[in-house]
C-alpha cells in the first residue's frame, strides 16, 4: 500500500496499521524561500506505523532535532531524506536495525554522515562527504554501493588535476590504500557483502587504471602467471550515463533508483570455461548524467560459486567486463595486489 500525503497532512497516518510506504515529500515546484518545514507525526504517531518499510521525507526542510520519532519504526528497510536542511544527523539513523537504503543527497549543508546502522546496504549521498567517510565507510559490513551525486555539478571541474590527482582518484585511492580483505568478506555463505561499489559524478576514469580501452566492452588478456598468493582482487572502472530511473513496484521501494550490473568473467581459453561475478550500480540522481561506476571484485567471490580451484587460476588468461543496457565511453581494469596498499597510501599523503 502506497500512500502520498500533501505538505503538512500527515493527521490520517496514525489509521494507517497496515502502511508500507508513505510519502511525505516536498514537491521541488515550492521555493524554499517560503521557510516552512514539516512538523513530523509525534513518536506516538509514528508508532502506529510499526509495519512502514519506505518513508520519504525529501524537501521538507527538516532539521537536526526534528528526526526523533524515526526511532519507532522498526521495519524501515528505506529511508529518504533528501533536500533538507540538516547539519548533522543523530545517531537515531543507526538505531534503524532494518534499514537498508538510505538518501541523503542534496542536503547541503550536513557537515559528516551519520553514524548508520550495521544493516545499511545502500547510500546516496552528496560528493562533498566523500572524501572525508569513504574509508570510514567500510566499517558497514553489508555495505556494497556508495552513490555521489553533485548538484552543482557545472560550478566544479572534476576532471581538472589537483597536485596530480583528481577528487575521483582521491577517493579511490583512500579506498583502495586499506587492507583490502577487511572491505568484503571472504565467504559466501554469509549476508556480508562480497563485492563494493561506488558512483561518483565524473566524467573520465582516473588515469593510474593500467588496463584502459574504448568501446561497450572490456576485453584483456591476462599476464602469464598473474595470479599469486598476493593478489587480491579486480578493481573495474567505467564511464557511462545514469540517472532518472525507474525501479520495479513489486520491489517494494520507491521509484528513484536507476540501477545497471557490471558483469566480470574470467574466461579460460583452452576450455572455454567462464567464471562470472555480477555487481550492482546505481545512482539516486533525477538526471540523466555523466558518472563514473567503480566497482572492486575480490578474486575468490567468482571462486568460491564455481568452485574452482586456486592452483588453477592461471589458466584463466582472459578477463572482461561489461555494463548491461549502457553505452559505455571508457573502461579500466587494475589488478589488486597485496603491496598496492602501500602505493596507494602514499599516493594519498602526496595529494
Known sequence: ????????????????????????????????????????PSSWEFHCLRKLKSLDLSGCNLSDNQTAALMNLPSLLELNLSRNKFISLPDIISRLSQLRYLNIKQCQELKELPKLPPSIEELYAEDFLAKHS????????????????????????????SNGSSVLDEILGSFLSHDMDNVVQSSLNCDYRVTCSIVFPECAIPTWFKHQSVGEKMLLELPINWYNDKFKGFAICCATHMGAGVLNPDSGLSKKYDYAFVKAKLICKDDLEVLEKECKVGTASRTYGSCVCFVYIPLYASLQVSGTDFGKINQYSLFEASLHGRIVRQWGVHLIYEDERTLFAKKIRKS
Open 1 to 40: 500500500m502506497l500512500v502520498t500525503l500533501p505538505f503538512g497532512n500527515y493527521q490520517i497516518v496514525r489509521n494507517l496499521s497496515k502502511l508500507k510506504v508513505l510519502s511525505l515529500r516536498r514537491s521541488r515546484k515550492v521555493k524554499r524561500q517560503t521557510g516552512d518545514s514539516l512538523m513530523l
Open 134 to 161: 569513504i574509508a570510514k565507510l567500510q566499517m558497514y559490513p553489508r555495505l556494497n554501493l556508495v552513490s555521489f551525486t553533485n548538484y552543482s555539478f557545472v560550478q566544479q571541474s572534476y576532471t581538472k588535476e
